[in-house]
């Protein structure tokens, strides 16, 4: 039953990213955002060396949100 609603939510996720216009600051925010939430959580030893509450902040959907602030945050918008 979970595994089908997270199936959902994630194509529900990744229609929303492909209908909307990436320009190069989206989609490297998206992309780092993603790298930095998947990618911890595939491989949970390379956050061994830290405390546990990094570890939890890092991994899965706390890092891709955080990642995704701080991007946002410091690759600004172009103003036109």
């Known amino acids: 039953m979970e595994l089908t ?28 955002s993603l790298a930095v939430g998947i990618g911890f959580s595939m491989v949970p030893d390379a956050l061994a060396a830290f405390p546990f509450w990094a570890s939890a902040l890092l991994s899965g959907v706390p890092g891709t949100a955080i990642t995704a602030i701080v991007l946002n945050l410091i690759l600004r918008e172009k103003r036109s």
């Open 5 to 32: 609603a997270f199936g959902s939510l994630s194509v529900s996720g990744m229609n929303v990213i492909r209908e909307s216009k990436l320009d190069a600051r989206k989609a490297t925010i998206v992309g780092a």
